[in-house]
């Protein structure tokens, strides 16, 4: 069985400042892929970011970037010079073999201007 | 119509009523699935079809039946169901190839049951 656990409920952070969110996961498998999925209040989930885990190499798309600890089976989302836009509840998610994701319970994230 | 689109994106319904959620893929994938989203609990994977046969049913009562006609439409329908029934019913759709396991929702349908 997968499990993936977020545990920060909630966090804020200040506009144009950086914030890091974090989740841990587990899995027998040794190839599976992460993910960071984001809803804002609009509720349409949004892909933000995916990282294989064969690569070393931490992914990055734009302002967001991971810190994927594969040994700790540590995977958070590191946010840069955060925009009011960014505000949404943000899961991690893991699939394995069986192409199923498995979601945490998710951060909601507030961007103080 | 772009990505994936799901309707309506609000219902209201008694527990005897019958109704149905439609979902429709615009993005060529082969896979697609059905969630359930409750307030304060993780997102729960309800069923998957890939290339139009069911492949997983998460012990989901059977109140609630999909339909998959073709690998583009996804179908939930909905009869008898309870108060603890109402939540966000999320569509969602991949592509079953290797390295390609991301999955791209649909914008929901806030389902109420009174």
Known sequence: ????????????????????????????????????????????????????????????????????????????????????????????????SARQLTFGSGTQLTVLP | ETGVTQTPRHLVMGMTNKKSLKCEQHLGHNAMYWYKQSAKKPLELMFVYNFKEQTENNSVPSRF??????????????????????????????????GAYEQYFGPGTRLTVT
């Open chain 1, 1 to 96: 069985a997968q499990t993936v656990t977020q545990s920060q409920p909630e966090m804020s952070v200040q506009e144009a400042e950086t914030v890091t969110l974090s989740c841990t996961y587990d899995t027998s498998e040794s190839d599976y892929y992460l993910f960071w999925y984001k809803q804002p209040p609009s509720r349409q989930m949004i892909l933000v970011i995916r990282q294989e885990a064969y690569k070393q190499q931490n992914a990055t798309e734009n302002r967001f970037s991971v810190n994927f600890q594969k040994a700790a089976k540590s995977f958070s989302l590191k946010i840069s010079d955060s925009q009011l836009g960014d505000a949404a509840m943000y899961f991690c998610a893991l699939a394995g």
């Open chain 2, 65 to 98: 039946s999909p339909e998959c006609p073709n690998s583009s439409h996804l179908f939930l329908h909905l009869h008898t169901l309870q108060p603890e029934d109402s939540a966000l019913y999320l569509c969602a759709s991949s592509q079953n190839r290797d």
